[in-house]
């Protein structure tokens, strides 16, 4: 991964998803309007947050496969940048929801509590706190294998009950967020037309790459200071 | 195992278990039906705890090297899977006698009520046990149990949830996919400690 071509690749894809995003044509749906041109980047942000969490856990059995060390520290960045951009799809879902969910008698902020019971706004709340847990749990220990081999095993086990239970949650809850009767994160042939897909597409891949690159120099930057601690 | 050698902490589970009830008896009086099942899925999560965290936190690091040298970790996780799972069973029952006695019975479907707590209690204590083995090679105290284990059980306690409101109302019906889906869950959770416990039980 110390190439620079997937880097570039990253950036341009991005560039074309903001051009793009911002002044091509969209549907014109009732109540979403242009607010849906936040797709390009609440829908891309769990799809990244997705990628990376699953990354992590790759890197937590290849761990427990090999014993490296190497892959405890990646296992841990890959989670970290994947909660960001968890946050992050909070983020732009809270702006997205404010115009399109939220009561318009009243301020968005009252309606809270009512948004926060969709299921999929669960199902990802699970899984943040879930790595919450992880990094405590992993912080918390002080011996370096031991470290390793306690998060590794918590990381395997929570993802393995907690993916399942966010595929399946959505649809057996009732729930306003589209993409319900198929594919709980949103209906690919119905909810998005083809000239949104073709920025739709780019624009996971774009976001899901600069998630890698700032997890890379996480890695890198966290593996030169252990090399200088232990020479 | 550690109840049977220790016989004050199973009563001292009993005894929590009774205190619990009581002070909701005190706090409340006849709440209904979905205040009562809310009430008695979130007092069993926190018995759960309570009975299972015993089963590795309390074992001295001496029993354990015991332990290690005369058993295989797939056989040992299974059989404390097990015993846990008894346990939480005499638990889930007691609880739910003296939910009925101490705040009144809302239930239009005992039997299968009765049926999804045994099956929630399982459930409770599955997880619980193996992330009690978690906590206990990491050091901690209960406290990081419920730190790791509440959001990965709140989906299955979604679950349990929702299928015995369908116990309290008189015209919905228990899908029995969920409860298949439950059953699968649980499964999976034994195959994955029976997996990655060994991983946990060397030092």
């Known amino acids: ?231 | 195992m550690l109840e049977v050698r220790q016989q004050y902490s199973f009563y001292g589970i009993l005894l929590y278990i009774g205190a619990t009830i009581f002070v909701l008896f005190m706090a409340i009086e006849e709440p209904e039906s979905k205040v009562w099942n809310g009430l008695f899925w979130v007092i069993q999560l926190f018995i759960c705890i309570n009975a299972v965290a015993k089963s590795f936190l309390q074992e001295s690091k001496g029993r354990m090297l015991y332990f290690y040298s005369i058993a295989s970790p797939t056989a040992f996780v299974l059989s404390k899977l097990l015993f846990n799972s008894l346990l939480m069973l005499v638990m889930s029952v007691l609880s739910l006698l003296l939910f009925t006695l101490f705040l009144g019975n809302p239930m239009l479907k005992a039997g299968q009520f009765v049926g999804l707590v045994l099956l929630g209690g399982w459930s409770l204590s599955l997880v619980f046990s193996f992330l009690a083995a978690i906590a206990a090679k990491a050091q901690q105290n209960a406290a990081i149990m419920a730190v790791l284990g509440f959001p990965i059980i709140i989906p299955q306690l979604i679950l349990l949830m929702r299928l015995s409101n369908a116990a309290f109302a008189p015209l919905l019906t228990i899908p029995v996919s969920t409860v298949l889906l439950l059953v699968a869950l649980d499964a999976m959770i034994i195959l994955l400690a029976v997996i990655l416990f060994p991983f946990l039980w060397k030092d």
């Open chain 1, 1 to 231: 991964m110390y190439k620079s071509w997937w880097k570039i690749a990253s950036i341009a894809l991005l560039i074309y998803t903001f051009i793009a995003g911002f002044l091509w044509e969209v549907p014109r749906l009732p109540l979403l309007q242009e607010t849906i041109r936040n797709l390009y980047f609440h829908v891309c942000m769990w799809f990244a947050m997705m990628i990376l969490f699953t990354v992590s856990v790759v890197n937590a059995i290849r761990y427990l496969r090999t014993f490296n060390l190497k892959y405890d520290i990646y296992a841990r960045h890959f989670a970290v940048v994947a909660i960001v951009f968890g946050l992050l799809g909070y983020l732009t879902g809270a702006i997205w929801a404010s115009y399109t969910w939220a009561d318009p008698n009243k301020p968005a902020i009252n309606s809270f509590s009512t948004i926060a019971r969709d299921p999929k706004l669960i199902g990802a709340a699970i899984a943040l706190l879930v790595y919450f847990a992880y990094l405590i749990l992993r912080d918390s220990i002080q011996d370096m294998d031991k470290r390793a081999r306690i998060s590794a095993v918590y990381n395997i086990f929570a993802y393995a009950i907690l993916f399942p239970a966010i595929w399946i949650l959505p649809r057996i809850l009732p729930s306003l967020h589209p993409g319900n009767e198929d594919n709980p994160a949103l209906d690919v042939k119905n909810d998005i037309s083809g000239s949104m897909r073709i920025v739709f597409y780019p624009a996971v891949i774009g976001w899901t790459l600069l998630g890698v690159w700032i997890t890379t120099l996480k890695i890198r930057f966290t593996l030169l200071k252990e090399k200088k601690m232990m020479p």
